[in-house]
């Protein structure tokens, strides 16, 4: 990633140096995974879909620790893996989104809070700028020459990351009802550190 770009790494002193931690980014590019496997401090596993794992990725990925998951089922054994990340006391990363879009947080799904919950592990918010759009407010998309799908080469992109918090309530509890209500206080607080990450990095109004 150091490579190729210019990654700008802003508050990865925030990642507790020890024990089990959620990262939870933005998603608007495929870029924005492997630049936080690449740019965080501390090893990072995330749930990666299980169409990556063909031909030489699949011994790569999984030689870096990352997770294959089913996304199009309830893939028990991606959770398991997952929990087991976190109570080995390791980072486990998520897209809380889902699969790519806005890269906003406008929209949130529920297992974010559960591994949250379930673990008892502090979320780190990370918020990735810069992969998906280069120029200022109103500016068209600006790509790679050299391909085309990718940011151009050595442009900068800020990796901002935020305070750790809890998810859960302090109960304890683990309802349906539950997990809705710390998704919803996730959401608030990974909206809240994106606008700041925007500010902070002069990127207000465009990725």
Request: proline fraction near 9%; hydrophobic fraction near 40%.
């Amino acid at each position: 990633m150091y490579g190729l770009w210019k990654p700008r790494v802003l508050g990865s002193w925030r990642i507790p140096a020890t024990g089990p931690v959620i990262l939870a980014g933005n998603h608007s590019h495929n870029l924005d995974g492997p630049m936080l496997i690449g740019t965080s401090p501390r090893p990072v596993h995330f749930l990666v879909k299980k169409e990556a794992f063909v031909g030489p990725l699949d011994p790569f990925l999984r030689g870096i620790g990352q997770l294959k998951v089913d996304r199009a089922s309830a893939d028990r054994t991606a959770i398991t893996d997952a929990l087991g990340v976190l109570e080995r006391g390791g980072v486990l990363g998520i897209f809380p989104e889902g699969s790519r879009g806005e890269g906003d947080f406008a929209s949130l799904r529920s297992g974010l809070a559960y591994f949250a919950v379930r673990s008892g592990a502090p979320i780190v918010p990370v918020a990735v700028l810069g992969t998906a759009r280069q120029g200022g407010p109103g500016s068209a998309p600006r790509r790679s020459r050299v391909v085309p799908a990718l940011p151009p080469l050595r442009s900068r992109i800020d990796v901002v990351f935020g305070d750790p918090f809890e998810a859960g309530d302090g109960s304890g509890r683990r309802t349906r009802s539950a997990l809705d209500e710390a998704t919803v206080r996730v959401q608030k607080r990974l909206g809240a550190h994106l606008a700041d990450a925007r500010r902070l990095t002069g990127r207000v109004g465009h990725p």
